[in-house]
């Protein structure tokens, strides 16, 4: 059964720093692209953040590019999501997910994803 779950969101002040961590399961994570979204509250669900298969390139928009910052390990079937500098605004529900056939984060922004994560809560708050 294939499986994402998120952790590490919590409460932290304006200008903290957090890392979250999205452990796979029941695939070879290996070889999957895997993508962050974030969600606050009473808006839409934001892209964010993506992190290639096995090079490990990673790509973000203007919103976090500089605060935010991808990594992967494989070996633990993890991706993080090291965030700094956080402001109220980063408050929302992070989300990790990927799909089939996902390896280069081509067209991450807009492309259909077939594995979610439960999320984490991040709060942003002095």
């Known amino acids: 059964q294939v499986q994402l779950v998120e952790s590490g969101g919590g409460l932290v002040q304006p200008g903290g720093s957090l890392r979250l961590s999205c452990v796979a399961s029941?695939?070879?994570?290996?070889?999957?692209?895997i993508t962050w979204f974030r969600q606050a509250p009473g808006k839409e669900r934001e892209v964010f953040a993506c992190?290639?298969?096995?090079?490990?390139?990673?790509y973000s928009t203007d919103a976090v590019k500089g605060r935010f910052t991808l990594s992967r390990d494989n070996t633990k079937s993890t991706v993080y999501l090291q965030m700094r500098s956080l402001k109220p605004e980063d408050t929302a529900v992070y989300y990790c997910a990927s799909g089939v056939g996902f390896y280069y984060c081509a067209n991450y922004t807009t492309r259909p994803y077939d594995f979610w994560g439960p999320g984490t809560q991040v709060a942003v708050s002095p």
């Open positions: 029941g695939f070879t994570v290996d070889y999957y692209a």
């Open positions: 992190i290639s298969s096995t090079e490990g390139r990673t």
